[in-house]
């Protein structure tokens, strides 16, 4: 079930900057598709810079997107039955939260570039500010957290990265997401 930002009863959105908005999202199949989980990113943003937020900077925009696509094919290929997406933009922080069914923890895998595949978790860790994973009822959720205030001289805040993660395999997933898109839009 999908409850659209523009759809959500009065009480939950507000018209300033301060009123915390959201979108949600269930899967009840398990059947997600990450283009759909893209596109809700897209429309809370866009409702931030109507409710009187500043716009968020396009990279941060571009690394939410990529966070939320890894996190929900992640969800798809390796938890049975439903799942779904939690969008929460409230201050200066956008929460990303995709919940499965299975209790197993996620792994970051080392940086392979010979590998194809088990790239996603580092790719969220290195495109977010932090993440954090919590068991949830007969599953678990994982939330990828993003400040909408830049560090001084830059249009991003500073990440924790893991240590061998590299800004080539980002720029590289950045290319093949939007091309991506462009075919399916």
């Not at 899967?27 to 500043?54: I, M």
């Not at 939320?68 to 938890?79: F, I």
């Not at 580092?122 to 994973?133: A, E, F, N, Q, Y």
Request: proline share 8%.
């Amino acid at each position: 079930m999908a409850i659209p930002v523009g759809k959500q009863a009065a009480g939950e959105r507000g018209a300033d900057a301060h009123a915390p908005l959201h979108h949600e999202t269930t899967w009840h199949d398990g059947a997600a598709q990450a283009a759909e989980a893209r596109h809700a990113v897209r429309a809370l943003l866009a409702d931030a810079s109507r409710t009187g937020r500043a716009a968020p900077p396009p990279s941060l925009a571009m690394d939410a997107e990529l966070a939320v696509s890894e996190l929900v094919t992640n969800a798809v290929l390796h938890a049975p039955g439903p799942c779904g997406l939690i969008l929460r933009l409230s201050g200066d922080e956008l929460t990303i939260t995709v919940w499965d069914t299975s209790t197993a923890g996620p792994t970051v895998r080392g940086v392979d570039p010979s590998r194809i595949g088990g790239h996603g978790l580092r790719l969220v860790h290195t495109v977010s500010d932090g993440v954090v994973v919590a068991p949830h009822a007969g599953g678990k959720r994982i939330t990828a957290h993003f400040s909408l205030t830049p560090a001084p001289g830059t249009d991003r805040p500073g990440r924790t990265v893991p240590a061998d993660s590299s800004a080539t395999e980002h720029d590289r997933t950045h290319g093949r997401s939007a091309a991506l898109d462009g075919a399916r839009y």
